[in-house]
């Protein structure tokens, strides 16, 4: 059994639409996991879940082989950032992160040494006896992870804590959270919307979409082999064609060209789908070979690096980017190559 | 342009129509007269004097200081808790049970007044102390439940959610985490609700008899005899100490929030 286990958890607020169905969880130890998805899929319902400030309708929720799903939340003592960090005005920022262990009783020079070492190990030592109103966005949010860490939970939960900040910055906080997780070895729930960030960060993903979860998974294993068309499409594939199964990695599209696929074709799927990158334009081949299709482009647009392509085919509209090498035109006949070993079926 | 002009001049007009009755009670205050009179003869700080030297003046206005601060501490022990749960909890109904907490500042005075004393003078035969304390609870309620209860809904939950994770439990999150961070929508509401308390009339003169008379009471039975200034100088001493309060209130949470 894993060390934290959530089993067909449901939860509904009005009784009659369920926001959580049968969603199941498990994480090891040590791991940071995150629970990406779209706006209202659930991500922040089921953190709260776990956290102990919902309770579900259905199902069990377990860590270190304990049922907790009964157990209220100021028992549970898991360590959780919010978005909107949360600090305690009317505290300083010692006293913010001295909070949970005050409560706990513990002698003042425990908790003295406990808030030193990790007002050090967040770089936030200068600050102490500042309030929460004189730092930036990025020193409160190290205030309120610092605040989470400091009880030594056995479970660190965090709903989107880097969405206020600006770019550089979330980078930046990203890898500095991840440090601290794995210096401190903290089994830790993150919620977020931003694929690169979850990517970068987690140790697995449980990408969710309406109170489900889709795929669970490492970051790369869902980058590559997207099991379902959601997954595959939050996570920029864009091209989605119509095929008919002929045998095992053989596929036939409405216009009779032959597909293969060397990357997953064992299941009972039909759809198949490519990021616009790694289609190719190509030159001397012939339209009529395994794995093309020719095609007139109806839309350039430039992005920068590269330019990409709206392409009208036989198969449908597909998206390509290519860089600048050769430049083609509106108007322009081409041949796509879709290589086998890039084509997904989902 | 011209239509600021004329606006402003509008403003004028009100704000002197509001105002100018007030400066005349302060100028009739230093009159020698033995009347009201404007413009004065003379000018004397006598009145002001003869103030503290009535002797039911002085009563009444310990009885009124003491009902009005007393309904606000009640008004605030009662009153904070269900701000709280009516901002927190998503009760059933809980929209009709805020108008019904708000209800005294719709319902007339006089008819609050007359109610209590139906209810509670005649009917419970309770004493009148208990009958006025009671009724300047109700006074209290509503400014108390409108102000810290704006002041809660202003208050971010999740910093009451990230104290239970920490370990508080219901009670103690309440204590040392909303508390601290509502206290100056409690000021505010202790101040508002005492002047409204310490200015009200109507409940004031239905629970007021023999040996218990509250000063806007005392006040109004003085007039119907004598019509001298001292009348006046009461009115700028209440005038001040009003002043004086709104300031600190300004000062603390700002009036915009809490009219
Ligand atoms: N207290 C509530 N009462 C009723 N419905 C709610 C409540 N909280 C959330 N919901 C609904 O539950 C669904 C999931 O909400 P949730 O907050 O878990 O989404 P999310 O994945 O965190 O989205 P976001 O990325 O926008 O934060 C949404 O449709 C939302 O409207
Ligand atoms: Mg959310």
Known sequence: ?346 | MRKQIGLKIFAGLVFAFLFVPLLIIVVTSFGTNSTIQFPIQGFTLDWYGKVFENQSFVNSFLLSLQIAFWGTVLALLVGVPAAYSLARHSIFGRNWIKSFFLSPTIVPGLVVGYSLYQFIVIQLQFPLIQGLLLGHFLICLPYVIRVVGSTIEQLDGSIEEVSWTLGCTKLQAFMKVVLPNITSGIFASFMLAFINSFNNIPVSQFLSGPGVTMLPTSLMNYIEYNYDPSVSALSVILMLGTVVLMFVIEKTLGLASIS
Not at chain 1, 33 to 61: H, M, Q, W, Y
Not at chain 1, 338 to 344: R, V, Y
Request: glycine share 6%; hydrophobic share 35%.
């Open chain 1, 1 to 346: 059994m894993s060390y934290v286990e959530l089993k067909d958890i449901r939860v509904s607020y009005d009784h009659k639409n369920d926001i959580l169905k049968d969603l199941n969880l498990s994480i090891e130890k040590g791991e940071l996991v995150s629970l990406l998805g779209p706006s209202g899929c659930g991500k922040t319902t089921t953190l709260r879940v776990i956290a102990g400030l919902i309770n579900p309708n259905d199902g069990e929720f377990l860590v270190d082989s304990q049922n907790l799903t009964k157990v209220p939340v100021h028992k549970r003592k898991f360590g959780m950032v919010f978005q909107s960090y949360a600090l305690f005005p009317h505290l300083t920022i010692r006293e913010n992160v001295a909070f949970g262990l005050k409560l706990r009783k513990e002698k003042k020079n425990v908790i003295d040494q406990k808030v030193k070492d990790i007002l050090a190990i967040t770089g936030l030592e200068e600050l102490g006896d500042r309030y929460p109103k004189q730092l930036s966005g990025g020193q409160r949010q190290r205030v309120a992870l610092a605040r989470a860490l400091v009880i030594e939970p056995k479970l660190l939960l965090l709903d989107e804590p880097l969405s206020n900040l600006d770019a550089k910055l979330r980078v930046a906080m990203r890898i500095e959270i991840k440090r601290i997780q794995s210096q401190l070895g903290i089994t830790s729930v993150f919620v977020t919307h931003d694929q690169e960030e979850c990517f970068s960060i987690s140790d697995k993903v449980a990408v969710m979409n309406k109170g489900i979860i889709e795929q669970f998974d490492t970051p790369e294993e869902i980058y590559k082999n997207p099991k379902t068309e959601f997954v595959a499409r939050f996570i920029g594939f864009e091209n989605f064609f119509q095929l008919t199964r002929v045998e095992e990695g053989k596929y036939k599209a409405g216009d009779g060209t032959i597909f293969l696929s060397t990357r997953q074709w064992e299941t009972d799927k039909r759809t198949g789908t490519i990021r616009p990158d790694d289609i190719d334009i190509v030159t001397g081949t012939e339209p009529n070979e395994n794995n093309t299709v020719s095609g007139t482009v109806k839309v350039r647009t430039f992005l920068g690096k590269s330019y990409q392509y709206e392409i009208e085919t036989p198969i449908g509209a597909l998206l390509v980017n290519e860089s600048d090498d050769v430049i083609y035109q509106v108007g322009d006949s081409v041949t796509l190559s879709i290589p086998a070993h890039k084509l997904i079926i989902v």
